[in-house]
Every structure is written in structure tokens, then in C-alpha cells.
């Protein structure tokens, strides 16, 4: 399996587009991978997961058609996390070479109602709705998407609605995604545990950095999942542990967090990063 992080940062991005705090101008001055934008993932060229306002940049940053793409995993609506103007192009004169007819987005119940009430205000040419296919997903019910056994966790984040994680299994390896969330419930954590395959990677949240709030993960909470994980068995020292979400109010530059997690062995993600697993 092959995953790309597409953004890599929390939810104003980093820098945030309006702060001048001392990390801002920072990672301004520094660039590189410091530089963080809105939340995305890539699985295989073919599986995405969210939809945020950055995608066109990202996928213009890394020569990707999303009219190749026709399946998307929404973790929740947060705005920096689901976007849905940007698919009032898919298709009629603004795409009229698609490869894939239908769009089929996944998430919670809010994902279609979002994209329809945003519509009725700003209607969507019938053309083009028709192709995008939404799908309501349920905790802990198990979906086949393009290949792919997908299972929608609880995450521990945002109460007024369903929020999900993933487990994405292509049936010789799983990723287990846990952003956005804070510490899983013991609920999740007691699913994640009996997964019948043992994880391959892991992307954690770490928003917190070194601070708390329950519905974000921080840095040491990472720490303890990650030793969590390989003594329940569900990971082992094969699993490519890997920390996104980063926020410029809890973290400083990327050499600073990548040393921070250097003895615990967990990656720190940026923008473009490539991870492969396998088992």
C-alpha cells in the first residue's frame, strides 16, 4: 500500500494565514517542510481521504487528475476537512474529459446533507450532481470500496456530529487512521486491538503537541498508543508509525518535532511525504 500525504498541517494550516506568532513567522522563514497544508490523504493514487480546501493546490503540486479518482473517505465536516464547492466543476464544459463518470463520496450523514444545503443556495449544474454518488457509513461497519475493506472507527472529536477514523485493508496490509481524534475511546481501542491483521502503519494525530485536549491527541499521547498498539499485538516493530495534523499553535518547526519523536521511532509527516507498507 502506498500512501501520500497530500497536507500535512492542522486545521488554519501552518503557518496560519493570518497569525504572525513566533512559529508562523518561523516556518515562513524556513519553508520546506515546515510549511503545512490542510489535511489530506492519497491510498494507491486511487483512494482519498478528505476533501479540503488546499486540494486543488495539492493535487497541482503533485500531478494528480482527480477525474482519475472516483472514490473519497470523509473523516468529518469540519471546513479544513470537507470542502464540497469544490466538485461544482466535475464535469459539463468545466471537465468534459473525466475518466470515471461517478464520484462516490463516503462519510457521515452531514457529508451529504452539507454538500446539498450549500447547493441550494449556490445550485450545482443537474449534470453534475447526478454523478456524485453519497454514501452514509456506520462505526465499525466494514464497506468494500475500489479493492479496498474499509472500516469507519469512532473518533473521539467533534460531539456534534459522527466523526470517523479508518482502517483501510487491501488484504495483505492495513493502515489504521486515526486523524482527527483525540485518545481513542476504549470502545475504538478495544476494536483496533481485535483487528484480525495486524497493522502495517499508523497515522496519528498530533494537533496537542505538548499540550491536552480530549478531542486531539498530543505528542506523548502518540508515545503511549504506539506502546499500546505492539504490546496489544496489533502493531509490531514492522509498523511505520507516523505523526500528522501538526498545528502552529502546539508545535514548533519540523527538525524540532522530528526531534522530539526520535527515540520513540514515529516519523513526522509533511507535505508530499511518501510512506509504503506492506505487512
Same mark, same amino acid.
Given at each position: 500500500?502506498?500512501?501520500?500525504?497530500?497536507?500535512?498541517?492542522?486545521?488554519?494550516?501552518? &503557518?496560519?494565514?493570518?497569525?504572525?506568532?513566533?512559529?508562523?513567522?518561523?516556518?515562513?522563514?524556513?519553508?520546506?517542510?515546515?510549511?503545512?497544508?490542510?489535511?489530506?490523504?492519497?491510498?494507491?493514487?486511487?483512494?482519498?481521504?478528505?476533501?479540503?480546501?488546499?486540494?486543488?493546490?495539492?493535487?497541482?503540486?503533485?500531478?494528480?487528475?482527480?477525474?482519475?479518482?472516483?472514490? $473519497?473517505?470523509?473523516?468529518?465536516?469540519? %471546513?479544513?476537512?470537507?470542502?464540497?464547492?469544490?466538485?461544482? @466543476?466535475?464535469? @459539463?464544459?468545466?471537465? &468534459? $474529459?473525466?475518466?470515471?463518470?461517478?464520484?462516490?463520496?463516503?462519510?457521515?450523514?452531514?457529508?451529504?446533507?452539507?454538500?446539498? #444545503?450549500?447547493?441550494?443556495?449556490? &445550485?450545482?449544474?443537474?449534470?453534475?450532481?447526478?454523478?456524485? $454518488?453519497?454514501? @452514509?457509513?456506520?462505526?465499525?461497519?466494514?464497506?468494500?470500496?475500489?479493492?479496498?475493506?474499509? *472500516?469507519?472507527?469512532?473518533?473521539?472529536?467533534?460531539?456534534?456530529?459522527? !466523526?470517523?477514523?479508518?482502517?483501510?485493508? %487491501?488484504?495483505?496490509?492495513?493502515?489504521?487512521?486515526?486523524?482527527?481524534?483525540?485518545?481513542?475511546?476504549?470502545? @475504538?481501542?478495544?476494536?483496533?486491538?481485535?483487528?484480525?491483521?495486524?497493522?502495517?502503519? +499508523?497515522?496519528?494525530?498530533? *494537533?496537542?503537541?505538548?499540550?491536552?485536549?480530549?478531542?486531539?491527541?498530543?505528542?506523548?499521547?502518540?508515545?503511549?498508543?504506539?506502546?499500546?498498539?505492539?504490546?496489544?499485538? !496489533?502493531?509490531?516493530?514492522? *509498523?511505520?508509525?507516523? +505523526? !500528522?495534523?501538526?498545528?502552529?499553535?502546539? !508545535? #514548533?518547526?519540523?527538525?524540532?518535532?522530528?526531534?522530539?519523536?526520535? %527515540?520513540?521511532?514515529?516519523?513526522?509527516?509533511?507535505?508530499?511525504?511518501?510512506?509504503?507498507?506492506?505487512?
Amino acid at each position: 500500500m502506498e500512501i501520500k500525504i497530500l497536507g500535512s498541517g492542522g486545521g488554519e494550516g501552518y &503557518p496560519a494565514l493570518f497569525c504572525g506568532c513566533e512559529h508562523c513567522n518561523a516556518a515562513r522563514k524556513a519553508g520546506g517542510k515546515s510549511l503545512r497544508s490542510l489535511s489530506q490523504t492519497l491510498i494507491d493514487g486511487k483512494l482519498l481521504i478528505d476533501l479540503p480546501p488546499d486540494t486543488h493546490m495539492h493535487f497541482m503540486q503533485n500531478g494528480i487528475n482527480f477525474g482519475e479518482i472516483e472514490n $473519497v473517505l470523509i473523516t468529518h465536516v469540519h %471546513d479544513d476537512h470537507y470542502c464540497p464547492n469544490l466538485l461544482s @466543476t466535475r464535469g @459539463t464544459d468545466f471537465a &468534459p $474529459v473525466l475518466r470515471c463518470e461517478k464520484l462516490h463520496v463516503y462519510g457521515n450523514a452531514d457529508v451529504e446533507r452539507l454538500f446539498d #444545503g450549500y447547493y441550494k443556495l449556490f &445550485p450545482i449544474r443537474e449534470e453534475i450532481r447526478k454523478n456524485i $454518488v453519497f454514501h @452514509t457509513l456506520q462505526p465499525f461497519e466494514s464497506v468494500s470500496i475500489c479493492g479496498y475493506k474499509v *472500516t469507519p472507527l469512532k473518533a473521539n472529536h467533534a460531539p456534534e456530529q459522527v !466523526a470517523l477514523n479508518y482502517i483501510i485493508d %487491501d488484504g495483505k496490509s492495513a493502515l489504521l487512521y486515526l486523524l482527527d481524534s483525540g485518545y481513542p475511546t476504549d470502545e @475504538t481501542l478495544a476494536f483496533i486491538k481485535g483487528y484480525p491483521r495486524k497493522f502495517g502503519g +499508523v497515522i496519528l494525530d498530533g *494537533t496537542m503537541g505538548e499540550n491536552y485536549y480530549v478531542r486531539h491527541m498530543n505528542f506523548e499521547q502518540d508515545k503511549k498508543l504506539k506502546t499500546e498498539l505492539i504490546a496489544s499485538g !496489533a502493531a509490531d516493530g514492522n *509498523t511505520r508509525f507516523t +505523526v !500528522a495534523h501538526i498545528t502552529h499553535n502546539h !508545535a #514548533g518547526l519540523h527538525g524540532e518535532i522530528e526531534e522530539y519523536f526520535k %527515540d520513540a521511532e514515529i516519523a513526522v509527516s509533511y507535505d508530499g511525504m511518501e510512506i509504503e507498507i506492506e505487512n
